[in-house]
């Protein structure tokens, strides 16, 4: 008798531990404090059009992406970009879908699912998507997801946007057949098509597999969550991916179009003058779409201001253009979370700003173009109320001065 129980036991449990192993139940993630750029007036004024008709968002929900970075699941941080890109798209004449991959269940043979779509897009839409999102498991296999999408958008026509958010983990991916599903899709669908990825994280190897993906769409471009998760950042993103700025063409009275001579490039960064929205970009300097010099931020852990190596790249990078342009300063702007006093949080800003520019002065910056302030938890780009918003609260800004 004693045997029989514990036998029976024993497949009560592992009927337990399979139904719960089978079950796709969405994980509990941080609510988002995000405040959205609006574009929607400025597109009413027709200042701005939309230049895709079509989105298709693809979401990495892979075992490596359960691993943590900067204190927050890699899985939630991702889920946060789609998130944000959705608040700040204005209210455009889309078709979209977001579809995952990864193992969709932990005994599944199945690598990819539609979350939502393809359907007219909507907000509550997107959102609905993210809901059903589990937590991360098994292979990365990104070209099964590109091709599936494909498959997907076959018969819709317009241009579309292909957006995909991973860590592409070299353990998980097969990075050859990743770009080769890219440049299956950029065939099928030709000047149609354009293909932007975020990467989570920041391995080196990624890094240049994403760039490859990105480049198989022969226009689109490769990035980092970290660059695009801020307000401003993320809104200069939507504006490349989705919008075209509307320029006035002046008419004289006899209802003549002037001609705009042949567009030039005055500063050498390698955006025309007449799409140029930032026309004295410092030579050297790494520039988005717009022509604006990426400066980067500068993130701290907590009640902490030294510089960690994951920021050396970056801030070598502001030296090298800084070291180029004599007349070009820095104003380094240090922040906190609110866990502390106001005294305390302001003292520590100021060391954070002053670490920034000791360190860039190791490259023989004159101090006297390193201005620094310090603004303690004043100035938060985040909720205080979770420990992903602090971790984006605790920063030093760049901010390139005349």
Request: aromatic content about 8%; glycine content about 10%.
């Given at each position: ?124 839409g997107i959102e609905s998507g993210l809901q059903k ?7 990365s296999p990104l070209n099964v997801a590109i091709n ?245 609260n605790r920063r030093v800004e760049l901010t390139p001065?005349?």
């Amino acid at each position: 008798m004693k045997i029989g129980y514990l036998k029976l036991l024993f497949f009560l449990g592992l009927s337990i531990l399979l139904a719960g192993c089978g079950a796709k139940q969405p994980v509990e993630r941080p609510v988002s404090q995000f405040q959205a750029v609006d574009f929607n007036p400025k597109v009413r004024a027709g200042d701005y059009v939309q230049k895709v008709d079509n989105l298709i968002a693809i979401l990495d929900t892979s075992g490596s992406m359960a691993d943590p970075y900067k204190g927050e699941v890699k899985l939630n941080t991702a889920c946060e970009i789609v998130s944000r890109i959705n608040a700040t798209l204005p209210d455009l004449n889309l078709k979209g879908e977001l579809r995952m991959f990864g193992r969709i269940a932990t005994f599944s043979q199945q690598f990819t699912q539609l979350l939502w779509g393809p359907a007219q897009y909507s907000k509550s839409g997107i959102e609905s998507g993210l809901q059903k999102v589990g937590r991360g498991r098994g292979e990365s296999p990104l070209n099964v997801a590109i091709n599936a999408a494909a498959g997907d958008f076959a018969s819709i026509q317009g241009r579309t946007a292909v957006i995909i958010v991973t860590d592409a983990n070299k353990e998980y991916m097969n990075y050859g057949a990743a770009v080769k599903a890219a440049k299956s899709m950029k065939g099928q669908y030709g000047d149609r098509l354009c293909i932007y990825t975020v990467q989570i994280g920041k391995d080196p190897e990624a890094k240049k597999v994403l760039a490859k993906v990105a480049e198989a769409g022969q226009c689109g471009f490769a990035t980092n969550a970290a660059q695009i998760s801020s307000r401003g950042g993320m809104a200069a993103f939507v504006e490349q991916v989705f919008l075209s700025k509307v320029e006035k063409v002046e008419v004289v009275e006899e209802v003549v179009v002037v001609e705009a001579p042949a567009p030039g490039d005055r500063d050498g960064d390698g955006v025309y003058d007449d799409v140029d929205q930032c026309p004295n970009t410092p030579k050297g300097a790494n520039v988005d779409e717009r022509g604006c010099w990426l400066v980067g931020d500068v993130f701290f852990d907590f009640d902490k201001y030294n510089i960690k190596p994951e920021f050396d790249d970056e801030l070598e990078a502001v030296a090298k253009v800084l070291n180029m342009n004599p007349s070009v300063n820095i104003r380094i702007e240090g922040n906190t979370d609110n866990v502390g006093t106001e005294k305390y949080n302001m003292q520590l800003s100021e060391r954070r700003a002053n670490s920034v520019k000791a360190y860039l002065q190791k490259f023989g910056i004159d101090e006297n173009r390193l201005s620094t302030i310090g603004y303690g938890f004043s100035r938060p780009i985040a909720t205080n109320s979770t420990p992903e918003g602090r971790d984006l609260n605790r920063r030093v800004e760049l901010t390139p001065t005349p």
